[in-house]
């Protein structure tokens, strides 16, 4: 039934009881300018048996059996289908959140060992769950070092994704933080000069991320002493999570804000992803969110309590730190399950993967008369290089032959025209980068 529209019986029973007569009274507020006043442009009405020919159409035009080199934010990773499995289990599929700690202890553990995961990875005493995605917690991040310090300009690496840097930009337009970008040298790193001329003592955040834009690793000792020179707190993203599998945690940085996505999520259009704020203990209660902890009951058993919980709905609004008003549970058990089964061992064995062959990928396109390497700062699995021609017109060539290509950094980085940020994950094999590399080849040799 629930699939069958309501009759005009049923219709008109529910019009009387808001006490209206028609559909047309029911909207006789909008004014008549904006009303609909013609069916929607869609076909049918169509059968059963029509709308599943329809969709299977439509599927069938998907594309399939395409190599990708495209990252910037989002990437490809092996996942098991056990964690699939465990995601798809209606204890975990159908709850939307712990509003009764007594009665979600299943959901709560999950987020307990998620959060457990996330400080061992990072370095940081506490992690919190259910933010959107890396770019909000990144933002997020920055509003709580502005309560923790009082001040309100932030200096911006121009080597942070573009879009966290324009949701940063978003939330600044209607508060009072001043975002200030510090541009970044040859190596492809930020500019410390440049940032420690800019460092004074009304900076509340310095946002960097490691691996940045670029795929280049940062310093963050030397910047975690300049910031706190002046009482700033250093602030670090991560797109690439899998990175932390050969990298130092950044221990150093006082807020670690993360995308979870290359733990179990494939990538999809737009999400879901999983974002994570990972810090100092002393930082906790600034720290927007749920925070899960454990504890035990009056019998001495093991228990689980939503011990922080920040939102607006939870406390007065005044005192809320987060407006964060959904909950990313599901996607947050994707990772704990796929890292507790891939292991110390199995993360830092795919990370050894992507370096090893992002490493072969470069040496491959250099091999390419005109193609040079932009940075030359050590670098995860992603690099740039720069092309003798559009990276467009390359990547419209590559696409002939199934390759979705390289990213187009002159879209986000205007003086970077004809460079290409090049992405290698484990799922990369080596046929298919010698094919991307002689699929650039003849794309560079043919006639402008």
Known sequence: MRYLPKSPAERQEMLAAIGVQSVEELFSTIPEAYRLKKPLNLPGPLSEPEVIAYFRARAAENSVGYTSFLGAGVYNHLSSVITDTVLQRGEFLTSYTPYQAEI?????QAIFEFQTLMCQLTGQEVANASMYDGSTATTEAVLMAERLTGKRRVLLARSVHPEYREVLKTYAKNSRLRVEEVGYIAAGTVDAKGLQ?????????????????????????????????????????????????????????????MEAQSFGLAPSYGGPFAGVIASKEKFVRQMPGRLAGQTVDLDGRRGFVLTLATREQHIRREKATSNICTNQALCALAATVHLTLLGKEGLREMAEQNLAKAQFALHELQTIPGVKRTFAAPFFNEFVVELPRSVKMVNAELLKEKIVGPFVLGSAYPELTKHALVCVTETTSRAEIDRMVAAVRRALEQPL
């Open 197 to 257: 001329s800019a460092l004074r003592d009304d900076v509340c955040a310095v946002v960097v991320q490691s691996p940045n834009f670029f795929g280049v690793m940062e310093s963050l000792g030397s910047l975690a002493e300049a910031a706190h020179a002046v009482g700033a707190l250093l602030l670090t993203a991560i797109t690439e999570a899998v990175s932390l599998g050969v990298v130092k945690p950044p221990a150093e940085a006082d807020i670690v804000a």
């Open 104 to 108: 979600s202890q299943g959901t709560l």
